[in-house]
């Protein structure tokens, strides 16, 4: 499984959450803690949001320890809401089309989880991706498809509405195949002054998803924040730094929205 995080608040350096905390996202990408696949090592993205509506992108194949323009990149550039995604594959092929974070205009979008069954299903599930979406999906994995599928059921108008409705048209497809537990899944998406976050699965045993705790300077968690605002919010796959205090585990089935330092739960349902 892959790890990912997300960051809103004052601008940063990308480099400061995903290389200078004590467990960073480099360091899980080499050695999870919280994941059935330790080592993370199938490629790597950054998305950032700037001066532009557009987000910035970078990905690439490399193991994200092993790229020199990764860490030249996020120490160079600053940005008050950014993803960055480290991959392990489930199936599917080693390419940068391949690698998260997926983008669409102004929307980027992470996953760590699985389609159970996903190459036998693969056909059907891409039928329910709109004629307008369709050709905009360059790779192979589930976690792009769902996107689109959000995308079809109405993400930009109605965000965690949409991802309920494409959570609920894959666990019917997987009814009627006989795939039990079809679904695995935590997500992270945004349009630029949002972070979504949705941990669920089919089983309701789902992959780890956490907050930084509410009004915690993150200084505490990266020393080179030092002065950093309290209205900074963070969401991990798995905790940058080992004091629990630190972080607060998502809920199983819920849907989190960041935004100007306030985090908001509410039940997440597929329809």
């Not at 790597?44 to 994200?64: C, D, K, N």
């Not at 059907?124 to 995308?151: K, N, R």
Request: net charge negative; hydrophobic share 35%.
């Amino acid at each position: 499984m892959c790890r990912w995080l997300a960051y809103s608040g004052a601008p940063i350096y990308l480099d400061s959450l995903v290389f200078h905390t004590e467990h960073s996202l480099i360091d899980q990408s080499l050695e999870a803690h919280s994941s059935p696949t330790t080592t993370n090592g199938d490629g790597f993205g950054i998305g950032w949001y700037g001066g532009r509506e557009t987000p910035g992108l970078y990905r690439h194949i490399q193991p994200a320890w092993n790229d020199g323009n990764l860490r030249d990149l996020t120490a160079q550039i600053l940005s008050p809401l950014y993803f960055a995604h480290v991959r392990a594959a489930t199936g599917t092929a080693v390419q940068s089309t391949n690698c998260h974070p997926f983008r669409h205009e102004r929307w980027l979008f992470v996953h760590n989880g699985e389609i159970e069954a996903y190459k036998s299903l693969r056909r059907q599930l891409m039928m329910g991706i709109p004629d307008e979406y369709f050709s905009m999906v360059c790779g192979t994995t589930d976690s792009e498809l769902i996107f689109y599928l959000a995308l079809g059921f109405g993400l930009e108008e109605d965000p965690i509405g949409a991802l309920e409705r494409t959570v609920g048209f894959i666990e019917s497809l997987g009814a009627e195949e006989g795939v039990d537990n079809i679904l695995q899944m935590a997500i992270g998406f945004s349009e630029g002054s949002k972070i979504y976050a949705v941990r669920y699965s089919t089983e309701r045993r789902s992959r780890t998803l956490y907050h930084t705790r509410t009004g915690l300077a993150l200084e505490a968690i990266c020393p080179q924040l030092q002065g950093q605002t309290h209205d900074a919010v963070a969401v991990v796959s798995e905790p940058l730094t080992r004091p629990a205090q630190d972080w607060v585990e998502i809920p199983e089935s819920t849907a989190v929205i960041v935004e100007h330092g306030s985090v908001t739960y509410q039940p997440f349902s597929p329809r």
